[in-house]
Nanobody
Framework: QVQLVESGGGSVQAGGSLRVSCDAS?????MGWFRQVPGKEREGVAV????????YYADSVKGRFNISLSKRETSVSLQMNSLKPEDSAMYYC?????????????????WGQGTQVTVSS
């Protein structure tokens, strides 16, 4: 049984940094992050493919966020810098990619419970 457990997140002022992490049990491989604001669709934020050489980001976070997959490919972290109020959301760890369109929520099998990130102006 696969379980994803997120940690980190919290509150920060605009321009600050936060890090969210996710540990997987019963799984290793490609992992990523999504986020969701109430009333909006879940948005793919970043993905790190197994092998560690390919990472992709949503345009909205490019140059500010950095995703890293552990060597064992059982944990993933997202370093978020230069945060903006519009980055405020519930952040979800994902695993089990089944489609090349990583940014679609339907492409992932496993989801964590989410961790809240709040950026104040």
């Amino acid at each position: 049984q696969v379980q994803l457990v997120e940690s980190g997140g919290g509150s920060v002022q605009a321009g600050g940094s936060l890090r969210v992490s996710c540990d997987a049990s019963g799984y290793y491989g490609t992992m990523g992050w999504f986020r969701q604001v109430p009333g909006k669709e879940r948005e793919g934020v970043a993905v790190a493919y197994m092998g560690g050489n390919r990472v992709y980001y949503a345009d909205s976070v490019k140059g500010r966020f950095n995703i890293s997959l552990s060597k064992r490919e059982t944990s993933v972290s997202l370093q978020m810098n230069s945060l903006k109020p519009e980055d405020s959301a519930m952040y979800y760890c994902v695993a089990g990619l089944t489609d090349s369109n990583w940014y679609l929520k339907g492409a992932w099998i496993y989801w964590g419970q989410g961790t809240q990130v709040t950026v104040s102006s």
